[in-house]
């Protein structure tokens, strides 16, 4: 009788526990329909050259999404120790990637924080990373990336990145995808950024995100994805570098179901948004539980039901309910 009152209750277990893989975010999500992020850093995005180009797919998702592009980098400024924060929060001196090189390391190292891919892991999402540069490895803790691909060259193009991205994004449909266009960067290096040729990078990799979002449309995920477009760093010259305002300028575009449509956050004169609130933003979305402290903060602004107060002149404040195409107050 015990035995088969043991074997009752297992198979009771077994058949309400949660499935492997499922969605099971330790907080409510502050956008029930958000169920899924798609993180898109073109490398190198100076913002003053975004605009400057013909970017329709690009321009679509900031017309139609909240915005900034003031944004700031690590005082790095370089790829690596860039991303890196960006995906765990921190700052290049607590995650420990200081280099920026694919280094022959006697075994592999990880970052010293966890990663988004990890806490998203721990909350029952599927993770997928799609890189142009081989030492995006760094990221790939066993067991935090479903799907990955890194080029087995030191860095490749974009449409090699995109077909993999697609492949796994057209299989897998991830939870929470970062794809990283490395060729604005490659272009830089070699014939400058403000260049003809810099310009057309980044008009190919507007084409490239156009392909990403033509994909979430047919698999039809558009409607449960929020989409966030970002940048490591920029450069002048043929390069990129610590505290220079021309490499540590990135746009910051968030564009999805709940989000505010047509808002600059520069309008919020005391919010300054740094590469760090990708990863707290991104969690905080996704219900996803952050384990230790980190210097990235939620973006709550970009949320269209977030009311969001301005001290006006007479130092009361008042709340910025006006359409984003509209000053406050008309």
């Known amino acids: ?133 081989s030492k995006f490895t760094i990221m790939a803790k066993p067991g935090t990336i479903d799907w990955g691909y890194y080029p087995a ?9 995109v077909t993999q991205a697609l ?33 057309a990078a980044i008009e190919q990799s507007d084409e490239c995100v156009g392909q990403l979002l033509r994909a979430l449309d047919e698999l039809h995920l558009r409607d449960s994805t929020m989409i966030l477009l970002t940048a490591d760093h920029g450069g002048a010259g043929r390069t990129h570098g610590p505290e220079d305002p021309r490499s540590r300028t990135i746009p910051w575009i968030v564009n999805g179901p709940g989000i505010r449509k047509g808002f600059d956050l ?19 979305m996704l219900g996803i539980k952050i384990e230790r402290r980190v210097r990235g903060k939620f973006i709550s602004q970009i949320l269209e039901q977030q009311e969001l107060l301005q001290p006006p002149v007479g130092g009361h404040t008042q709340p910025l309910t006006a359409p984003a195409t509209q000053p406050a107050g008309s």
């Not at 502050?30 to 913002?47: A, N």
């Not at 060259?153 to 990145?161: G, K, Q, R």
Request: glycine share 6%; with cysteine; proline share 8%.
């Open 153 to 161: 060259t030191l860095t490749c193009e974009n449409p090699e990145v």
């Open 1 to 133: 009788m015990t035995h088969r009152l043991t074997a009752l209750f297992l198979l009771a277990v077994t058949m309400f526990a949660p499935r492997a893989g499922a969605q099971t975010p330790v907080n409510p999500r502050p956008v029930e329909q958000v169920r899924r992020v798609l993180i898109i850093s073109i490398d190198g995005l100076r913002p003053d050259l975004l605009l400057r180009a013909r970017t329709p797919n690009i321009r679509a998702l900031f017309e139609g999404g909240t915005y900034t592009f003031w944004a700031r980098t690590t005082a790095a400024s370089i790829t690596l120790p860039s991303h890196v924060s960006m995906l765990t929060g921190v700052v290049p001196e607590v995650h420990a990637i200081l280099w920026n090189a694919d280094l022959p390391l006697d075994k592999p190292v990880y970052p010293n924080a966890p990663t988004l891919f990890e806490l998203a892991k721990k909350a029952g999402y599927s993770t997928a990373l799609c890189a142009g540069k």
């Open 266 to 284: 520069t309008r919020l004169g005391d919010l300054d948004v740094e590469t760090y609130d990708t990863f707290t933003t991104t969690c905080q």
């Open 167 to 199: 492949a796994i994004l057209r299989e897998h449909k991830p939870d929470v995808m970062v794809v990283h266009l490395p060729s604005v960067d490659n272009v830089g290096h070699a014939k400058g950024w403000g260049t003809p040729e810099m310009t």
